[in-house]
Structure formats: structure tokens, C-alpha cells
């Protein structure tokens, strides 16, 4: 096999198809390279809770170049490596979960498990993949593996530390020298976030050219944030839950993880029913320009919006650092967008409250008893 050269650490998704496209490379050479970055890398990180059989993924790698080399090309995704987040509904009640991230359900011919990081579903066997994974498929991708997560999307109890599982063990953010400080908060600045962590890390630590995860509060945003990575949460309803295990209808949401904005627009034309939302002619990325001029922007005040000093054991220094970079953000956003409006008003949670309960939380428990705890 000829000598593959391209850096797993900044090259996107979008980039890898370009030279898929000119036959600079393979989708078989781009699994051997990823399976392979996963065995060295992951033993530290624990950012992948199970990666696909080699063997198996090879014959699905070369069926799709094949596909590629005959004029087929399903879409932008043809011959991608993608890792996802799963949460097995399929033993908790809910149809149609298959692997990827561990609470997202895939079929046993993908050779994974889906535990949700918890060895009470450890061999579980769903009938059928989750709805956003059998999309991948169709459009072409390999699923490289599941990636690891907080344990039952950090819905197993309070205080433990982002990032964990009984099955995955404690994923390592590829950015933090020396690893979790063994006093930090649960979500402090030395852990990735949660609790779609390992798809985060796996991403920024070029186990994958991006992932998916899902998220009930925080759950993409925080881990991306922490791993200098695009996300967005989608709208509730326009992405297809079927399959991933449940915390709140009224919150659950499963998004993209990616380098660039390119690669999130590709991989939501592949995620989105487009009969739940408007899709572009042309997909998300033919409305992306180069311009702010037609965007109104709205922003919060980061001194107000931030995790509760219980959660991330502020650093005086690393705040002032972050708000400052806000400020100056905030300030070219202004000097580019079509209307600018700063800090928001918006009710917080201690304004959104119950019988003297958090109103959200009380609507998650609604849906399910067992009592929720934050950054789902």
C-alpha cells in the first residue's frame, strides 16, 4: 500500500474528499490510517469505547472505492471515516439504536457494542442501527467506531467527572499536558467536557475527521468548545432521534463535530430530514459565504452566561483571559455584521424555577424518573 501523506490533525473531511476525488487516495488507506491512529492514541485519550473490526471495515472501504472508481459517488461523505455517539435505546425501550458515540445504536454487523459507557448494557445487540446512522451508511460512510462518552450521558448521577464510563474509562482532553487534575470540578478545565467528550477528542486528536455526538444541555457545545471544534445543535425535531437513548424529547438533539464550518454543513445535509426543515437547494453549504454583511448577530454577557464555579472550579486568570477574548470577538462581529446586538437579554435559571426546582429539570423528570443532573 502506497505511503499516505496528510496530516491527521488539521486535514478536514472536505479536504479528504478533494483527494479521494483525484485519486490521491483511498477510503481503504484512509481506515488503515485512522484504525491505526486509535491503537496508538487511544489508550491515553480513551476517546474511542469501540472501534470497528479491521477486517470488516476494509471490505466496506474497498466496496466504496469501487463504487468511487465505476462514476458512484453517494454524496459528500462517500468513503469518510466517521466515528459517532450512541446511547443504546433498543435496552432502555426506545427502537432502532445501532454504534457510533456509545448511546447511539448500531446493528451487530458493525461489530460494536452500544452501552452508553455502562456495563449493565455491555453486549447489548440492537435490532437495527439508529436512523442517523443508517443515513451515514447511505451516504457512503465507514463507521470507524463508537466513541466514548460520560457514562449514560452523564444521567447516572451527580458529581462525577465529564468524560468518564465504566466501559471507556476517563477520556483525556488532547490538549490538557498531564491529564485531569485530580482536584478539579467535574467539568473543571482539565477534563474534555461532556458528554459527547470522546467524539470531541477523537476529532481534535485526529482519531477521526469528525464525529457525531448528541446533546440535552450542553453536551456538544461544552466538548467542542473544550477541543477547538465547529458544532452546532440542531433544531429538536429535525434530526431523527430514533435509535439514540433518551433524555428528554423536549432537549435531545444530535450534531455535528467537525474542523471546519464546510464539513458541519456536509455531514447536516446527510443528518436533517428535510421534511422537518427547510434544506437549501444545494445543501447547507451552498447558502455559506465569505461575508458577515447579511447576518444579524445577538451575544451574551459572559460574565453572566458560565457554568457554576461548583462545576468548573474557576481560574481568576484563565476567566479574564476568556473574557477578554469574548470582547474582542464581539468587537469584529460588530465591525462586520448587519446589526449587532450586544448582551441579550434572557431569563437565567434562577428566574426559571419551580415550586423551587429548576423548571428544566423538573420537565426532564417528566419524561423520565430518573432524577437528571446537568451538561447532558
Known sequence: MATVAFDVLTTTAAELQMSLTSGLLTSVQLVQVYLDEIEKHNGYLKAVIAAAPRASLMQKAKALDEERSSGTIRSQLHGLPILVKVRDAQQLGVQGLTRSQDNTATHPDLGMDTTAGSFALAGSRPKKSADVVEKLLKAGCLIIGKAN?????????????CGWSAVGGQGQSAYVRGGIEDDDASAGHSNPGGSSSGSAVAVSAGLSPFALGTETECSLTLPAGRAALY????????????????????????????KNVLDLANLLDIIVDPLKTQVPDGGFASVMTDTWADLKVGVLDPTVWKLPASDIKPNQGATEQMNAEFEAAYAKIKSMAKAFHKYVPLPNSEELEFEGADCLTTLWSINNPIKPTHRQ
Do not use: R
Open 149 to 161: 462518552l460520560s457514562e449514560l450521558s452523564y444521567y447516572k448521577g451527580t458529581g462525577t467527572i
Open 231 to 258: 458544532t452546532i445543535k440542531p433544531t429538536i425535531g429535525i434530526v431523527s432521534q430514533q435509535g439514540i437513548v433518551p433524555i428528554s424529547h423536549l432537549c435531545d438533539a444530535a450534531g455535528p463535530m467537525t
